[in-house]
């Protein structure tokens, strides 16, 4: 693979550039084995689109969003208000970001605390460049059915759900929906914090649930469009048939194709 | 004035006196809630009002369910234009009043309409009925539905059915005391289902003719003014306050969680250097602190307070919740019904040393929630039992300090290096170098 081009806001300063648009990484995307290849992907087709964009880097830290969901809005509002200040500080207003719950709370949560900014999904981006003749794919692919699991702070929580959908269209394969959908999708499991601690007692997991419905397709990739679904998921796979189908961000699938 | 039309109109204005008074109750403990400004987008609030609430357009994300209530729905309430005949009957003696005043043809229209619709709703009743107690439908059932919602359930529809009859019996028996041309029984109205029954009474004498239809007519109008008052403690009650439900819900995305002006406060002072803590050290003594988050129902504001009021008990928020669908103890419509039992016990001045967290809704059931907005996705009347659920979290988290373990660990991995797990912020490039 080549190496990617990422420059961090400083960079642009001290060549007194502006970046087009800011890559909000996400404690996940710059953390989690898994979802750092999601954040890789996505660069690469950044980089192959040639768009001009910045990271925080080490000035980024944590949205706020599991500790807001947590109950802890003291340390969601600290948080809040220390990214709004490097934010603004850097006059960054177009952003953009591969995680869902990033996404919600950069783009609903933070404008009442000052910080007013334009957000905007990867899926959506992505969807954008190929619109626009940006970015050009080829079919060659080796999958034969896909299926689309929608993250809540996506769908039902901001109403996006055609974006991810278009780019699986470009994709030149099988696509099958879960009998739960868009607006009746069923969540993977890890919202609200609860990536960050075990379930309450219950007869199934969540993520188990979710994974047989999307396993039962017979789809062999199940694709999505958030850091955390796609661990729940892949944890899933691994517990009830491992290697039946792959999980996958849509930006892992367009990285393949470009 | 006859001695009929004294009684009449003493039941009338009691019942309605009773039900003003009770009214006022549930709009008193309504008013126990914090306040929350949702005066704001006026427009908006009016469209949602007249799609959710009026229109019913989220029923039909269950079509069979949703076609029955609407039937339900519409001709109870445009039966209730004859309520007004009844109630000028009533008063001044009179017998199908609107007959003297509109043409003949308009009132059979009327009369047929009615009876029509009666129908359907005796027929959707039926079969609501069936669905609850022979086929068991699942979201009827859990372990917040006892004895009390359960049989309120079943009551409304049996009364429904009830009142549907009777109304059939009076029509029924006033056809025939028309044809035989009784004195005050005005020849006027159609009939094309009570007539159906006529023959059930051949050969009844006049008198028991005349009988079975003032007995029917009061039965009816006493029903409707006895069903009106039950509506107050029953979980139909929806039928007026999904009306201001819609009108008051959130109409943020869903996704949105509002920020706490309070704490805003705190952490502006908390991180602005040239800040003076003691500053208003004076002011801040008069003032009662009030808590972060919500330990009783009077912590919550006032909309989610109406939210418990409004709630149907209709299970489709808990039928579509990932905790509650996966055995967990969590259970939106619980949450609901948790709270108004709360503001009700709290109006009442009962168990008094008893909290809504903790005596009504357990942790337990707070933490297994996903925040996935299911639940508000799915309630027919747009309530957010979820926002409920955060409210009681952050009473937990920062008045109590008793999240679980792992959440405190993921709170002080962030307030120490600014990301839930334990990776220091001079690592948030390295994924750039990784294969």
């Known amino acids: 693979m080549d190496s990617l081009k990422v420059k961090t806001i400083n960079d642009f300063i001290n060549a007194g550039e502006k970046p087009e648009i800011l890559f909000w990484v996400g404690s996940a995307g710059s953390f989690d084995e898994r979802a750092k290849k999601i954040t890789r992907a996505f660069v690469k087709i950044l980089n192959k689109a040639n768009i001009n964009f910045a990271v925080l880097g080490e000035q980024e830290s944590s949205s706020g969003d599991a500790a807001k969901r947590a109950g802890n809005e003291f340390l969601f509002q600290m948080q809040a208000l220390m990214n709004i200040e490097i934010l603004n500080s850097y006059d960054i207003t177009n952003i953009v970001t591969t995680c869902p719950h990033s996404y919600n709370t950069l783009k609903n949560e933070y404008s009442d605390l000052g910080g007013n900014y334009k957000v905007t999904h990867h899926t959506e981006f992505i969807s954008d460049l190929i619109k626009h003749g940006k970015l050009n794919l080829t079919t060659d692919f080796n999958y034969n059915k896909i299926t689309y699991h929608d993250p809540c702070y996506l769908g039902r929580g901001n109403d996006i759900y055609e974006p991810p959908r278009d780019l699986i269209a470009n994709l030149n394969i099988d696509f099958v929906e879960m009998p739960r959908y868009k607006r009746k999708s069923f969540c993977c499991g890890a919202g609200g914090a609860q990536m960050f601690k075990e379930a309450e007692n219950g007869k199934f997991e969540i993520n188990i649930v979710r994974t047989e419905e999307a396993l039962k397709t017979g789809a062999d990739v199940i694709a999505t469009g958030c850091p955390f679904c796609n661990t729940m998921i892949t944890d899933g796979v691994k517990n009830i048939s491992e290697g039946q189908a792959q999980v996958k961000d849509i930006a892992e699938l367009i990285a393949e194709c470009i | ?435």
Request: charged share 20%; with cysteine; proline share 4%.
């Open chain 2, 1 to 435: 004035m006859q001695l009929s039309n004294i009684i009449f109109l003493l039941t009338f204005v009691i019942a309605i006196s009773f039900f003003v008074k009770n009214l006022n109750k549930i709009i008193s403990n309504i008013k126990l809630g914090k306040d929350i400004n949702r005066s704001d987008n006026k427009d908006i609030r009016l469209k949602n009002m007249f799609r959710v609430a009026l229109g019913q357009s989220k029923m039909f994300d269950r079509p069979i369910a949703a076609f029955m209530h609407l039937l339900i729905y519409v001709g109870f309430v445009i039966i209730n234009i004859e309520v007004i005949e009844i109630i000028i009957d009533g008063v001044f003696g009179t017998h199908r009043f609107l007959a003297h005043v509109i043409s003949p043809n308009l009132y059979s229209f009327l009369i047929a309409t009615f009876e029509i619709l009666a129908f359907l709703v005796l027929f959707s009743c039926l079969i609501f009925l069936i669905r609850r107690n022979i086929f068991k439908i699942k979201r009827f059932f859990g372990k917040e539905m006892t004895k009390w919602p359960k049989t309120d359930a079943n009551l409304i529809l049996i009364f429904e059915v009830f009142l549907m009859s009777v109304f059939f019996l009076m029509n029924a028996t006033d056809q025939i005391l028309q044809s035989k041309n009784v004195s005050h029984y005005l020849v006027a109205g159609s009939f094309p289902i009570s007539s159906l029954f006529v023959g059930l009474f051949d050969g009844f004498s006049i008198e028991t003719l005349i009988l079975i239809e003032r007995v029917s007519w009061w039965f009816h109008i006493l029903g409707i003014l006895g069903f009106l008052n039950y509506v107050l403690i029953s979980k139909h009650l929806h039928i007026f306050f999904a009306f201001p439900s819609t009108y008051y819900a959130n109409i943020n995305k869903p996704g949105k969680i509002d920020n706490l002006s309070s704490v805003t406060k705190e952490v502006k002072l908390m991180l602005d250097p040239n800040a003076d803590p003691f500053a208003n050290a004076d002011s801040v003594e008069n003032v009662p602190t009030a808590l972060f988050g919500a330990r009783d129902a009077t912590d919550l504001n006032w909309v989610q307070l109406l939210n418990s009021y409004s709630c149907t008990e209709c299970g489709r928020c808990s039928s579509v919740c990932p905790a509650n669908q996966t055995g967990k103890l969590l259970s939106p419509r619980k949450v609901m019904m948790d709270t108004r039992d709360r503001i009700e016990d709290i109006g009442n001045n009962k168990n008094e040393d008893k909290f809504l967290l903790g005596d009504y809704i357990s942790n337990e059931e707070l933490w297994a929630c996903t925040t996935c907005n299911a639940c508000t996705d799915a309630c027919p009347i747009n309530l957010d039992p979820m926002s409920i659920i955060i409210d009681l979290r952050r009473y937990l988290v920062m008045e109590k300090s008793s999240a679980p373990t792992e959440l405190n660990n993921m709170f002080s991995n962030i307030e120490n290096n600014g990301a839930p797990w334990q990776f220091p912020a001079a690592d948030r490039l390295k994924w750039i170098e990784e294969q």
